[in-house]
């Protein structure tokens, strides 16, 4: 799976604020809106276990 290009990434938040009405967040990639989706059904003190237990990618 590839990252997003910076100008992918603008090009998606810049339609989203050209709605009539905006959403309060972007989330752009497909992986991303899958990992915040689990993140908002799993219970919290799984969520920051999961968080705190690895390194950042990058």
């Known amino acids: 799976?590839?990252?997003q290009?910076?100008?992918e990434v603008v090009a998606v938040?810049?339609?989203?604020?050209?709605?009539?009405?905006p959403p309060i967040?972007?989330?752009s990639g497909?992986?991303?809106r899958f990992i915040r989706r689990l993140m908002s059904v799993l219970p919290?003190?799984?969520v920051l276990r999961l968080a705190?237990?690895?390194p950042a990618q990058v």
């Open 1 to 3: 799976m590839r990252f």
């Open 5 to 7: 290009t910076p100008q």
């Open 13 to 21: 938040t810049l339609r989203a604020l050209q709605r009539r009405d």
């Open 25 to 27: 967040s972007v989330v």
């Open 30 to 32: 497909g992986r991303n």
């Open 44 to 46: 919290k003190l799984v």
């Open 52 to 54: 705190h237990s690895r």
